[in-house]
């Protein structure tokens, strides 16, 4: 079992800046793939970025140039660095992580709001 939980989420204005921080716990070493999912209202879930090792990483393309996924794997977290922040990109933003059985976790979720 793998346990996440999201923070970092919040009210910015358009352009600003806001990390996300997903904290892992549990089988971690049973991970394969994490990824920083969102769902807008009325909207499905989407990928917006996802790693698979510190040199493997995709973008959705809405966020490429923008978003940075990393994690720390001395703290055992995953982030997400969102920069240049749209009104488009307000969401509620979760974290996922998929293990070598192809089990899928999610956290939580935490919401991020851009005004214009």
């Known amino acids: 079992q793998v346990q996440l939980v999201e923070s970092g989420g919040g009210l910015v204005q358009a352009g600003g800046s806001l990390r996300l921080s997903c904290a892992v716990s549990g089988s971690i070493f049973s991970i394969n793939a994490m990824g920083w999912y969102r769902q807008a209202p009325g909207k499905q879930r989407e990928l917006v970025a996802e790693?698979?090792?510190?040199?493997?990483?995709n973008y959705a393309d809405s966020v490429k140039g923008r978003f940075t996924i990393f994690r720390d794997n001395a703290k055992n977290t995953m982030y997400l660095q969102m920069n240049s922040l749209k009104p488009e990109d307000t969401a509620v933003y979760y974290c996922?992580?998929?293990?070598?059985?192809?089990?899928?976790?999610w956290g939580q979720g935490t919401q991020v709001t851009v005004s214009s």
């Open positions: 996922g992580a998929i293990d070598g059985a192809a089990n899928l976790y």
């Open positions: 790693i698979i090792s510190s040199s493997n990483t």
